[in-house]
């Protein structure tokens, strides 16, 4: 075996870093390599649809369709919290983020890189996942609902996917631990804010994102709706790029 | 190549990595030797700017790790060969990784060949044994036959074949100019592949230089076919002598001319007499405790 490696030719190696494109390529083929990822691709697409699918064989008709695009585009985008939690938290799970650090030691790099990556993959499933919703409700026996408003439900439910996605991919690199970053962000999103919502709504309507999609879906958003998004996009991702620059890699 | 300057490394009041120094040169093979906890591990990790040192530098052709432009095209590193996802299969982490440090995907293939993992390229890692791991890491690291090779214990869980066949990659890698640093805690193993020892001992280099330098004794063996008479001889002449239980003497501090000249004097028969050599695990513990 060693002969062999004494007389292979060294391979021909780019002298320069990965460009950011092939970074936050390599970090969408790193996501989509394992089961995981895969999955949670996965039910991230066909959720969405197979719940409409299986409310529509109520009978019951739609009088819009704007509603139901902008809820389930908001389901869409929990499911997307572990795609990011797994590209940050997942690293350092698996202590695979030794290898990723030793090949790209800008951590800032890295995790700019995964951001973007997570937000792509985040918008695409989230499109895709809108598509087929729309396609389920064109063929659904759901009346004749109103289609005013789809293309902004559709908008929304897409920035929420990539939102959504960054959000736990912050999240995940603040914390470094899968279970952690995926309890804690359920946690805060399907329990603490809907208590929030009961003690002080005034407090939930700025802090809850999920509220935030949903107002901002259905037309009723506000600057305060988007801010409440961006916030949890910005705060997450800064806080864990921080911490991701800091930790030691044992 | 690579020159460590006072790297220190503390948590809190603990230091776990005291000004360590040391420069590696291409065409050797250095191994880095020391006992659990003493911080080889941790000094390989500021090396590689995985680890931030709490004062002092390493560099590699005068830049710092994390300032080369493609790291690993100049640095083949395994620090941990657990550290890969159990869900890829071995060809898919290498590609990954080819990816990264900017290498054809073609060339996985061909280290995957190198290091026979090539019939387990398509099974996930979660299946591999230690040994195959150590095989996928070693695979990772020559990926873009990288000038220097910084390896943490690589020869854990290889099979005795293994350890031979990565002995002689390491050495074949430094006969082509490579650099080679290796941390081992089996002391035979890196007696027969190094040139040069770093011996760590609570956090701080207690031994540094060429593997003859470090094992030449400073003393004599001898054995005769009468050895009490000559222990006697030797002792008269001043010369401290010890038995041992093998039935020969060491005279501590004394050429093996000096202890000839009383030997010839007293008319014994010598069956050996040689330079007293300490093994490596004497001198290893010898060091370590004493730090």
Same mark, same amino acid.
Request: aromatic share 4%; hydrophobic share 50%.
């Given at each position: 075996m060693t002969n062999t490696l004494i007389d292979s030719p060294r391979p021909v190696v780019r002298s320069s870093g990965a460009s950011a494109s092939a970074l936050v390529g390599l970090e969408i083929r790193k996501s989509l390599s394992t089961r995981s990822g895969k999955s949670v691709a996965v039910a991230a697409a066909v959720l969405a649809p197979v719940v409409v699918a299986l409310i529509s064989l109520g009978g019951e008709p739609l009088d819009a369709v704007r509603g139901p695009i902008g809820a389930l585009g908001m389901v869409t985008a929990l499911v997307l919290f572990p795609l990011g939690v797994l590209a940050t938290a997942g690293e350092w799970s698996h202590r695979t983020v030794q290898t990723t650090f030793l090949l790209v030691p800008n951590r800032t790099r890295v995790m700019a890189s995964k951001v973007v990556g997570v937000a792509v993959m985040g918008a695409v499933l989230a499109a895709l996942a809108s598509a087929l919703t729309i396609a389920v409700l064109m063929v659904?026996?759901?009346?004749?609902?109103?289609?005013?408003?789809v293309p902004l439900a559709v908008g929304v439910s897409v920035l929420a996917g990539a939102a959504f996605a960054v959000i736990g991919a912050g999240t995940g690199a603040a914390l470094a631990n899968t279970p952690a970053a995926l309890t804690g962000l359920y946690l805060v999103i399907l329990g603490a804010m809907p208590a929030l919502r009961i003690w002080k709504p005034p407090v939930a309507d700025a802090l809850d994102p999920s509220n935030a999609v949903l107002q901002l879906a259905t037309g009723n958003g506000t600057t305060g709706n988007t801010l409440t998004l961006v916030g949890w996009v910005v705060v997450t991702t800064v806080v864990g790029t921080v911490v991701t620059r800091r930790r030691s890699v044992s | 190549m690579i020159t460590v300057s006072g790297l220190t490394k503390k948590y809190g009041d603990r230091?776990?990595? @005291?000004?360590v120094s040391f420069d590696l040169e291409p065409g050797t093979v250095t191994g880095f030797l020391g006992p659990n906890g003493a911080g080889k591990t941790t000094t390989m990790r500021m090396m590689t700017s995985l680890v931030a040192p709490t004062a002092g530098s390493a560099v590699i052709d005068g830049k710092l790790y994390a300032e080369l432009p493609n790291p690993g095209a100049v640095v083949g590193t395994l =620090? @941990?060969?657990?550290?890969?996802?159990?869900?890829?299969?071995g060809r898919t982490h290498l590609r990954l990784l080819a990816s990264a440090v900017g290498v054809p995907a073609s060339r996985v293939d061909e280290v995957l060949g190198m290091v026979g993992l090539a019939d387990a390229?398509?099974?996930?890692?979660?299946?591999?044994s230690l040994g195959m791991r150590q095989r996928l890491g070693i695979a990772g690291a020559l990926l873009a036959d990288p000038p220097v090779l910084v390896f943490d214990?690589?020869?854990?869980? =290889?099979d005795p074949e293994g350890i031979r066949w990565m002995r002689d990659l390491l050495r074949a890698h430094a006969a082509r100019g490579g650099t080679v640093l290796l941390s081992s805690h089996l002391l035979g193993e890196v007696e027969h592949t190094v040139d040069r020892l770093l011996v760590i001992g609570s956090g701080r280099i207690v031994a540094d230089g060429p593997v003859a330098a470090l094992l030449g004794g400073d003393g004599t063996t001898v054995r005769a076919l009468d050895a009490p008479s000559l222990a006697a001889d030797l002792t008269a002449a001043g010369l401290p002598v010890e038995s041992t239980s093998d039935g020969s003497l060491v005279v501590a501090g004394a050429e093996p001319s000096q202890v000839f000249a009383v030997a010839a004097a007293g008319g014994h028969v010598l069956t050996e007499l040689r330079p007293t050599e300490r093994g490596l695990e004497d001198l290893f513990f010898q060091l370590t405790t004493a730090a």
């Amino acid at each position: 075996m060693t002969n062999t490696l004494i007389d292979s030719p060294r391979p021909v190696v780019r002298s320069s870093g990965a460009s950011a494109s092939a970074l936050v390529g390599l970090e969408i083929r790193k996501s989509l390599s394992t089961r995981s990822g895969k999955s949670v691709a996965v039910a991230a697409a066909v959720l969405a649809p197979v719940v409409v699918a299986l409310i529509s064989l109520g009978g019951e008709p739609l009088d819009a369709v704007r509603g139901p695009i902008g809820a389930l585009g908001m389901v869409t985008a929990l499911v997307l919290f572990p795609l990011g939690v797994l590209a940050t938290a997942g690293e350092w799970s698996h202590r695979t983020v030794q290898t990723t650090f030793l090949l790209v030691p800008n951590r800032t790099r890295v995790m700019a890189s995964k951001v973007v990556g997570v937000a792509v993959m985040g918008a695409v499933l989230a499109a895709l996942a809108s598509a087929l919703t729309i396609a389920v409700l064109m063929v659904a026996p759901v009346g004749d609902p109103s289609w005013a408003g789809v293309p902004l439900a559709v908008g929304v439910s897409v920035l929420a996917g990539a939102a959504f996605a960054v959000i736990g991919a912050g999240t995940g690199a603040a914390l470094a631990n899968t279970p952690a970053a995926l309890t804690g962000l359920y946690l805060v999103i399907l329990g603490a804010m809907p208590a929030l919502r009961i003690w002080k709504p005034p407090v939930a309507d700025a802090l809850d994102p999920s509220n935030a999609v949903l107002q901002l879906a259905t037309g009723n958003g506000t600057t305060g709706n988007t801010l409440t998004l961006v916030g949890w996009v910005v705060v997450t991702t800064v806080v864990g790029t921080v911490v991701t620059r800091r930790r030691s890699v044992s | 190549m690579i020159t460590v300057s006072g790297l220190t490394k503390k948590y809190g009041d603990r230091t776990v990595v @005291d000004q360590v120094s040391f420069d590696l040169e291409p065409g050797t093979v250095t191994g880095f030797l020391g006992p659990n906890g003493a911080g080889k591990t941790t000094t390989m990790r500021m090396m590689t700017s995985l680890v931030a040192p709490t004062a002092g530098s390493a560099v590699i052709d005068g830049k710092l790790y994390a300032e080369l432009p493609n790291p690993g095209a100049v640095v083949g590193t395994l =620090l @941990d060969a657990s550290a890969v996802h159990p869900g890829r299969t071995g060809r898919t982490h290498l590609r990954l990784l080819a990816s990264a440090v900017g290498v054809p995907a073609s060339r996985v293939d061909e280290v995957l060949g190198m290091v026979g993992l090539a019939d387990a390229a398509n099974r996930r890692i979660g299946g591999y044994s230690l040994g195959m791991r150590q095989r996928l890491g070693i695979a990772g690291a020559l990926l873009a036959d990288p000038p220097v090779l910084v390896f943490d214990e690589p020869a854990n869980g =290889l099979d005795p074949e293994g350890i031979r066949w990565m002995r002689d990659l390491l050495r074949a890698h430094a006969a082509r100019g490579g650099t080679v640093l290796l941390s081992s805690h089996l002391l035979g193993e890196v007696e027969h592949t190094v040139d040069r020892l770093l011996v760590i001992g609570s956090g701080r280099i207690v031994a540094d230089g060429p593997v003859a330098a470090l094992l030449g004794g400073d003393g004599t063996t001898v054995r005769a076919l009468d050895a009490p008479s000559l222990a006697a001889d030797l002792t008269a002449a001043g010369l401290p002598v010890e038995s041992t239980s093998d039935g020969s003497l060491v005279v501590a501090g004394a050429e093996p001319s000096q202890v000839f000249a009383v030997a010839a004097a007293g008319g014994h028969v010598l069956t050996e007499l040689r330079p007293t050599e300490r093994g490596l695990e004497d001198l290893f513990f010898q060091l370590t405790t004493a730090a």
